[in-house]
Each structure stands twice: as C-alpha cells, then as structure tokens.
C-alpha cells in the first residue's frame, strides 16, 4: 500500500511530509473489516468539504464579480458535490489507493461516486493540513481550475442549451414557473424556478423574468455536470 501512495502522490504533484496524514484520507471505515482502532477518512471529509468549499467560493467571487449570490450558489454547488469530487477522484486514480474490506472492494467500492467523492475530499483536508492553504491551493488549481475556466464560457441562449440537453437525454420539457419578484418598481428582481423531471428543481435570478429563467437554466445545466 505504500507504493499505492508514492505513486498518488507523484500523480497528484505533491509528497506528504507526515505520511500519517495520506494514510488516513485513504483509509475507508470497513478497512479491516470492523477491526477496532481503525482510523478512516471520515473526520478528514469533514474538513476536506469546508476547504474545498472556502476555495471554489473565492474563486467564483474573483472570476464573476457582478454576479448576485443566486447565481453564483449553484455555479459553486456544480463544483464541489460528489460527483464533481469523484470525477477528480477518477482522474488521478484514487480508487485504486484506498484501503477497504474486503466485501466492500468486492462490490465495486473503488469505484463508487459516494466513496470516491469522499476520499478527495478527505485528501483534500489531508493536503491541507500537510502542506497548508499553499498546497491545497496548488492541488485546487491543477484539478478543478479546468472546471473553473469552463464557467466563463456562456451559451448564447441557455434556455436552448437546456432543452436540447433534455431531450438528448430522454428528460422532460423544461418548465419555468415565477415564483417571486421583489424589489423595486424601478429595479425589480425576479426569481424563476426551473423543473426537467424527473430532476430536483433549479432557481435562478435576474432583474426580468427572461434574465432569471436564463439564470435558472445555467443553473441546472452547471449542477448537472454540463458546464455552461
């Protein structure tokens, strides 16, 4: 196993100097197989998910400093849930350097989005607490500045990326309901809700109604892994 971890660690860019640190946030809870004393990734994740979070929420308010908090919420939950992390994960084959039971390696756990997510998160921390915000930051900047980049590049209509990716995809037809408009006469703001069965519903903002089903749409495009 702890050729397993020099070779992450050449993959990744970066040599631990507490190796306590990478052994754990590769560690899974049925490592072991219910052994006691078994030290896993979880508090790791706890604080892998806070650093990421802090990092992608600095970088989308440097890279969009006019947007409202309404569009820039689902740009930074397009990057930092599982499946952005287990696509990270699968990049720099951290599957294959976990160390878990046997039972749960023999269903697949390698390659799990759940487990995956959590172990880049929880490498994350580890890096973190290694290497301090300097090297988390240089991780960050090598595997999700990529992801960051592509958010600057907008569709001409939103709304039409939106459903031809329904379609694509054998979804629903997208429908926009207004759910609130605030703000004054003369600089209201209105807020659209967007549903494509059988997903969970995406809000956006804008100060028309076609501005904020725009918003909306971006929205659940991002969320969905397609970075518009």
Known sequence: MAD???ELEARIGYAFRDKSLIDRALTHASYGDGRKGVRSYERLEFLGDRVLGLMTAEA???LFDKASEGALAPRLNALVNKNACADVARSIDLGEALKMGRSEERGGGRN????????CEALIAAIY??????????????FWGPRIEALKAKPENPKSALQEWAARTGRGVPR?????????DHRPVFTVEVTVSPLDPAIGEGGSKQAAERAAATALLEREGQHV
């Open 4 to 6: 397993a971890q020099s």
């Open 60 to 62: 989308l308010f440097r």
């Open 112 to 119: 799990k989005t759940s487990i995956l997510g959590d172990a």
């Open 129 to 142: 607490l290694d290497g301090g915000r300097p090297a988390a930051q240089a991780f960050y900047d090598r």
């Open 176 to 184: 926009y309901q207004l759910t609130e408009r605030s703000g004054p």
